[in-house]
């Protein structure tokens, strides 16, 4: 249509010159002139158009929602999240700005992102309303990290939620479980108080002048004890002398933290899904593929080994949440379900013992 309205004027202004009998030259330049000028005109015209059917529609969809900064056309507040990072401490900032407890954000066309720092909002939002609010949001990286929202934590509400709820309700939280296991968990506690005293004795290793790395010794004891709870042991390989981590499990623990750093993390492609799979901006698609690629390179092949040991008959009891996995019934776990369950069950027990800064432990041999 745009091109035909200008078609028709460039014909009509054409032959209005020639009825006034102009010059050639000066007619060249007058149709070259008012081309342009229309082409411009309609842009102008366009652009205003555009603009003031958003924000008629912003107001129209927005009426009944909480207070928050005024969205783009289109792209909402995604150029104001880019270049306010980190993106929890901008919103804290907004609800201090707009003195409210609740607020929201439009990113990209349609989606409206709503933080709460109320107590009491938030019982409304996860106990009130949680059919509603039950379903996890479709973010890439948990998708990447749950293998497809194999898991129940990461996924959305649907039947593989209610599947893995299921499994995780009755086989690796039971109150059975937890007893069942507590002598691993007691093995792990005293292999850490061994390695402290191995550190105290010969003064090296994390050891300076009495002084204990608390955040590192306290997260290898947590990914010790999860191998050890999950796969019977606490060292891929050999590990250290002194019975500290080897280079396996270093890598391995620093995979699993890369992880928890970017799960649920702001990523553009979560808020423009044709975006997905297509564009990395950030890059954080890359470095999770990364991490996940090198937490499987040491979890996967004992997960198979494994499952190969129950069907030839050559593991018939149980040792560990893994062989309780495998032989779970009803629902029955395929070996990537199981291999999900494994990456997601081990990021998440390292979560509360993540740390911004380490912690020094100040200790005395004894005389």
């Not at 108080?193 to 204990?212: A, F, P």
């Not at 390989?237 to 080897?246: H, L, N, R, S």
């Not at 629902?331 to 380490?358: H, R």
Request: charged share 20%; hydrophobic share 40%; glycine share 4%.
């Amino acid at each position: 249509m745009l091109t035909r309205l200008f078609i028709s004027s460039h014909f009509i202004l054409v032959a209005y010159l020639h009825y006034l009998n102009l010059p050639s030259t000066s007619f060249q330049i007058h149709i070259r002139t008012s081309s342009y000028l229309i082409m411009y005109l309609l842009i102008i015209l366009i652009a205003v158009m555009y603009i003031f059917v958003a924000r008629f529609l912003n107001k129209k969809s927005s009426h009944s929602l909480p207070p928050g900064p005024t969205p783009l056309p289109f792209i909402g507040c995604a150029i104001q999240m880019f270049l306010n990072k980190p993106i929890f401490r901008w919103i804290h900032k907004l609800m201090d700005h707009f003195d409210t407890p609740i607020l929201c954000i439009r990113i990209g066309p349609s989606t409206h992102v709503i933080a709460v720092s109320s107590p009491d909002i938030a019982c409304e939002f996860l106990k009130k309303q949680d059919e509603i609010f039950i379903s996890r949001p479709d973010f890439m990286s948990a998708c990447l990290i749950s293998d497809g929202y194999l898991t129940a934590i990461m996924s959305p509400f649907g039947e593989q939620w209610r599947k893995m709820k299921n499994v995780i309700n009755r086989g690796m939280l039971s109150p059975q479980m937890h007893k069942w296991l507590q002598p691993k968990r007691d093995q792990e506690a005293d292999q850490l108080l061994r390695y402290i005293c191995n550190q105290i004795e010969k003064q090296g290793g994390i050891v300076d002048d009495g002084l204990i790395d608390v955040r590192a010794v306290s997260q290898h004891f947590f990914a010790n004890t999860m191998r050890n709870i999950v796969f019977g042991k606490s060292f891929f390989g050999q590990g250290m002398e002194d019975g500290g981590p080897g280079e396996e499990e270093t890598e391995h623990l620093a995979a699993v933290f890369t992880m928890l750093k970017y799960v649920y993390a702001f990523c553009i492609t979560d808020y423009l899904p044709w975006l997905r799979w297509k564009t990395d901006f950030d890059g954080h698609e890359k470095i999770i593929r990364a991490a996940i690629e090198t937490v499987r390179k040491y979890q996967d092949p004992l997960v198979d080994e494994r499952i190969q040991m129950w069907k030839n008959g050559a593991r018939k009891e149980k040792f560990n949440m893994l062989d309780v996995l495998i032989t779970f019934e009803n629902p029955k776990l395929t070996p990537g379900e199981i291999k999900a369950e494994i990456i997601v069950s081990l990021s998440l027990s390292f979560f509360f013992n993540d740390q911004t800064e380490p912690t020094l432990l100040e200790t005395k041999p004894p005389p």
